[in-house]
């Protein structure tokens, strides 16, 4: 369905681009932010689709390709796409969990232009690497680290931080620098998806997250100059919400395995949007004219205490999912922000998460039939 541009600010390019290929992933990470019912997305788009897409966007004026999924090693066809996109003009980063990698496939990645790898931890141990994912995929993925290396490539690795494993940090960051990482992101969880419904298995402690932060910044000192440490504060013990994506609309275009267009890649779980597909509309009707796209742009969507906050123009109200998952209301304040009506409900969260216990309900692990049972 279109609708007219309602922003009144002007509208730029999707600047950055994000494909998740597929929703298939080897692993089951219990944090995952792949939809909870994404075992009814069906139909991938094929590659000659994705192309397309590409160079729709690129004459958009998108500069920025993303490749992730699931896992998009798990599709044969990324190298294809990813030269594509060299070709064009894009700076590309794909984004895996080192499954479906080996050495023929990234001497061709690297052929054919593809600009860093982003490759994900878990943990620093073998144990609970291998528990977090419920896979045997720790040995893989520092055999992983050593090909990318060897590939000339800048070694980038993430791990997302949260309770089970925020206590480790010290090793995490130990891993990195033997393996000659350049840059580890230490990623704390955000609550949407999978990790909303572990919440209370993942969510740290505030005395945890303190001695995190010291020890991070020891490391950092440490390795000045020589690896770069970026550490992603979880927004529930902020007291201002992050501006997500940048703003809705403003700078970020995802498209699901399945063709859908989100503004952000968790979007599709906010009810009454309507979501265009790359498949029936082009990339510019899509940007410009959707509903959903323009749906909030701007300020002229906002609620009270966002819509007169002197603040706005610095969050934009913070996340939409965020706001639907904890308010129940997707044009409500962020709750993480103290001035949200609904801010209790993250300091009720934060309390919990100050006792010492273990939650009665087990953690749920991202599978299929998990996905299915809970859609
Ligand atoms: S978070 Fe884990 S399960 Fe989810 S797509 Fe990434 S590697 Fe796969
Ligand atoms: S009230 Fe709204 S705009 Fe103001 S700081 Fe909070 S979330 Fe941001």
């Known amino acids: 369905m279109n609708a007219a541009v309602t922003s009144s600010h002007p509208v730029g390019p999707p600047l950055w681009l994000l494909f998740e290929l597929t929703y298939r992933c080897p692993l089951q990470c219990v944090f995952c932010y792949n939809p909870i019912d994404f075992a009814k997305v069906e139909n991938e788009l094929t590659t000659e689709e994705w192309l397309r897409v590409l160079r729709e966007a690129r004459a958009l004026g998108s500069v920025q390709l ?36 080996s050495r023929e496939r990234l001497t061709e990645l690297k052929r054919v232009g593809l600009d860093h790898i982003q490759l994900s931890f878990q943990d620093s141990t073998r144990e609970m690497n291998d528990f977090l994912s419920h896979t045997k995929t720790f040995e893989l993925k520092k055999r992983c680290a050593d090909w990318i290396k060897s590939q000339g490539y800048p070694m980038v690795v993430n791990c997302v931080i949260h309770r089970l494993n925020i206590d480790h940090l010290d090793t995490i960051i130990d891993m990195a620098v033997r393996m000659g ?32 932060e010291q020890t991070m910044l020891a490391w950092r000192e440490r390795m000045k100059g020589k690896m770069k440490i970026f550490f992603v504060v979880p927004d529930y013990y902020e007291q201002r919400p992050k501006k997500c994506v940048n703003g809705w609309g403003t700078t ?23 979501f265009p597909n790359v498949r029936e509309q082009g990339m510019k009707e899509i940007w410009f004219q959707s509903e959903a796209f323009n749906k909030f742009r701007g300020f ?44 209790h409900v993250v300091v009720t969260a934060l309390e919990e998460a100050q006792r010492p216990r273990v939650p009665e309900a087990p953690l749920i692990f991202r599978r299929r039939e998990n996905s299915t049972r809970l859609s």
């Open 252 to 274: 970020l275009a995802t498209i699901a395995p399945d063709g859908t267009a989100l503004p952000c890649h968790t979007a599709r779980m906010l009810p009454g949007l309507s």
């Open 181 to 212: 990482a350049d840059y580890l992101e230490l990623a704390n969880t955000q609550y949407y998806s999978w990790a909303h419904l572990n919440r209370e298995h993942l969510l740290p402690s505030r005395e945890q997250l303190q001695k995190a």
């Open 66 to 101: 993303g490749l992730s999924g699931g896992e998009p090693l798990v599709r044969d066809d990324v190298e294809e796409i990813a030269a594509e996109a060299h070709r064009l003009g894009y700076y590309t980063n794909l984004i895996t969990s080192g499954v479906g990698l």
């Open 300 to 343: 002229g969507w906002m609620k009270e205490p966002c819509a007169s906050c002197e603040e706005r123009e610095k969050d934009f109200g913070g996340c939409r999912c965020q706001a639907y998952l904890l308010a129940h209301d997707s044009a409500a304040a962020d709750p993480v922000c103290s001035k949200s009506p609904q801010h």
